[in-house]
């Protein structure tokens, strides 16, 4: 089987920190640009950040740009998402997605995973 599972969400205070993992099995992923896309209750799924299958590239959020930082390391089939200075609009389920391009930052990627969830709150 072909799955990505999210992991690392929880409950962190307004100004914490949290890293999430996204981690590759079936496939690898040296191949594949990667995804980070967040969805609020009652919201639209919003794209959060991207990176090329190098990590050369990357792309941002206005409402996360200076916060969040994406990287890979292709060794451990794994992609990560560094999250800092934690706002309550931040809380979400954070999914992270893959398509066998060398840089994609849209919405079209084949593989999804299951998400998990953030929650930043007093």
């Known amino acids: 089987q072909l799955q990505l599972v999210e992991s690392g969400g929880g409950l962190v205070q307004p100004g914490g920190s949290l890293k999430l993992s996204c981690a590759a099995s079936?496939?690898?992923?040296?191949?594949?640009?990667v995804g980070w896309f967040r969805q609020a209750p009652g919201k639209e799924r919003e794209g959060v950040s991207c990176?090329?299958?190098?990590?050369?590239?990357?792309n941002y959020a206005d409402s996360v740009k200076g916060r969040f930082t994406i990287s890979r390391d292709n060794a451990k089939n794994t992609v990560y998402l560094q999250m800092n200075s934690l706002k309550p609009e931040d809380t979400a389920v954070y999914y992270c997605?893959?398509?066998?391009?060398?840089?994609?930052?849209?919405?079209?990627?084949?593989?999804w995973g299951q998400g998990t969830q953030v929650t930043v709150s007093s």
């Open positions: 079936g496939f690898t992923l040296d191949y594949y640009s």
């Open positions: 997605a893959a398509v066998q391009l060398s840089y994609h930052c849209g919405n079209e990627y084949d593989y």
């Open positions: 990176i090329s299958s190098s990590g050369g590239n990357t």
